[in-house]
């Protein structure tokens, strides 16, 4: 009898949890029929369009001039030691030797700049100037040239 019990416990038990399980032909069903539902949404619903308007903006040019950069303007009082010195200099180096400054400046008169040397009496430092021009603009486009090879090239004005 306890035999019986169990096995028809076990009988109904898996029954059970055959009948439980799902297919996936029931979830196909509905997903299809959601969609059928929302397609017939779509058709029945009219689609507004509105017209997207851009407004026309006018275009000024511009001219460029080069920056007046006074990042790294300097101004000292300063003595040639060789050559003529203009108010504004670009400095490609800065020595306390005399004989350091000479082959620095004898490297960019091989280059073809016009280099010269300047001393600072109050620190007595030589500077030597790869260009030496009147107008800042032309010491900045200079000194922007020099800083590929140089990149601690700066524009001194000399009092």
């Given at each position: 009898m306890k035999r019986n019990l169990i096995l028809s416990m076990a009988i109904l038990a898996a029954f059970a949890l055959v009948?439980?399980?799902?297919?996936?032909?029931?979830?196909?069903?509905?997903?299809?029929?959601?969609?059928?539902?929302?397609?017939?949404?779509?058709?029945?619903?009219?689609?507004?369009?509105?017209?997207v308007v851009t407004p026309?903006?006018?275009?000024?040019?511009?001219?460029?001039?080069?920056?007046?950069?006074?990042?790294?303007?300097r101004t000292?009082?300063?003595?040639?030691?060789s050559g003529t010195l203009k108010a504004y200099n670009v400095v490609c180096g800065s020595f306390?030797?005399?004989?350091n400054a000479n082959n620095l400046c004898s490297t960019l008169k091989n280059k073809g700049y016009s280099a010269i040397i300047a001393?600072?009496?109050a620190t007595g430092m030589y500077r030597v100037i790869a260009t030496s021009t009147n107008t800042k603009s032309d010491a900045i486009s200079s000194r922007d040239k020099l800083r590929s090879t140089y990149p601690d090239a700066w524009v001194l004005y000399a009092k």
């Open positions: 009948s439980c399980k799902s297919t996936e032909s029931s979830y196909k069903k509905a997903y299809d029929k959601a969609k059928q539902q929302e397609q017939a949404q779509q058709v029945n619903t009219p689609v507004q369009v509105t017209p026309v903006q006018t275009v000024t040019p511009v001219t460029t001039t080069q920056p007046e950069d006074n990042s790294d303007l000292e009082n300063l003595t040639a030691v306390r030797s005399l004989d001393q600072n009496p």
